[in-house]
């Protein structure tokens, strides 16, 4: 009675079994259920190393074809490759080990994907899309990007869980002139919005006939040529440089727009004044959004890395780094 029942507790676990854990928990998860310890932690970090390399190098683009499916669905398609990487190997293992079990792979598993993945978008790294051309030529719809969490410190905001409660930032640091960045939506702070920091804290902004005055002073904007999108929207693609040195390309849709003149903005202590580069087409502190406080930056966007509609972010690439530095 002993014997069997010692043999049934090392039997090497159902191929059924070990695909399902490994395609909802990973290879990770899946290798330690099969009693693969060393594979497991092999796999940790080949695909933490795999996931690394991919974001940095970006992912492969098709020129003129809509991959937005692919992206909805590739967490299927990720879970079949997990389950046919650890089924086949499960009889080749005995589950005598104590992490092979049920309790143990929970707690581990979940502390490697969820645990890590919450310290990593709320500390270093959070992945955000654009929905819109607001931020039209930086930014395009369809287009995936990482904003850096740490740039600025760490609010309430910082956390994408809803986890944190405490009222302003620790570790803070301002943003420059020029940023590009995530931030929540003042009158509905669920909603996610990205624009450009033109107005600091203190300063005066107003647009007059297309031309965006700081304190005053207009800043720099150089006709480049025209501007035409797959939308049939027309206008004039122009460099504006900030008194920071920065530049950048906004796009003029029309002249005499609704955002074209404004009245004088001056913005409060600890807020920002927010444009979008698609300066006719954009929501943003002119309008709905009026002054942003600091405590709802976000992070700034750092890099693109892919674009789900085919179009080729890497010339892109190249710009919003120089802008940003």
Known sequence: MTEQATQSETASRSMWTSGLIAAFGGPFAGFLWIGAGRLAVISLI?????????CYAGFPVLPGMDLAAVGRYSGFGL??????????????FKPDKWYAQGVPVFVMAFYATVVAGFIVRTFLFQSFSTPAGSMVPTLLEG??????????????????????????????????????VVFKFPPDPSIDYIKRVVGLPGEKIQMIEGVLHINGVPVGLEDIGPYASEDSQTGRLQRETLPNGVSYSVVNLTDDAVGDNTRVFEVPGGHYFMLGDNRDNSSDSRFTVGFVP???LEGKVVRLYWNSSGVDYAARQVVNRAAAN
């Open 46 to 54: 080949a695909v933490t190393a795999a996931s690394i390399a991919i």
């Open 79 to 92: 879970m079949i490759v997990w389950a046919a990487i650890v089924a086949p190997l499960a009889r080749r």
């Open 143 to 180: 287009d995936y990007f990482f904003a850096a969490k740490y740039a600025y410190g760490y609010s309430r905001y910082s956390d994408p869980f809803g986890l944190m409660t405490f009222d302003g930032r620790v570790w803070g640091a301002e943003p420059r002139r020029g940023d590009v």
């Open 294 to 296: 600091y405590e709802n």
